[in-house]
């Protein structure tokens, strides 16, 4: 399986305009389409809550850009053998850097809904999961 390669690279920035641009960036976007889920809608708004309260937040947030590339591009996925309700979304940086890329479904009022849970990157160059 071919994984997808972005053009984007993983931004070093200062922790605070990381936190900015995906602030700005979940209030402008509700959701947005995952290909691997067959356009399926993928709601962003638990992302920020989730990936600031971990301890390597900065590290998590570099490669937020690309991990919206990848969602919206990418048709590779697994899903959680154990637990039907977790994907992982995989694909490269321009570098060949693994970026992951989780998503849980939860039920809302009779309702499955797709959440953006959380992303980060591997510095080990991929070949392929």
């Known amino acids: 399986m071919k994984l997808y390669i972005s053009q984007k690279v993983i931004t070093h920035r200062s922790k ?71 994907y992982e979304v995989f694909g490269l940086d321009r570098n060949k850097n693994m970026i992951k890329v989780h998503i849980r479904e939860e039920i809302h009022l009779k309702n499955k809904k797709l959440f953006f849970i959380s992303c980060f990157w591997t510095k080990e160059k991929a070949s392929s999961p």
Request: hydrophobic share 35%; glycine share 0%.
């Open 16 to 86: 605070q305009s990381l936190i900015y641009d995906l602030k700005n960036y979940v209030q402008k976007t509700i959701c947005i389409q995952c290909k691997a889920l067959k356009n399926r809608k993928l709601f962003l708004d638990k992302l920020p809550d989730i990936i600031l309260e971990r301890k390597n937040a900065k590290h998590r947030l570099e490669c937020f850009s690309i991990a919206i590339e990848i969602l919206k591009k990418s048709t590779y996925i697994k899903q959680n053998i154990l637990n039907n309700t977790e």
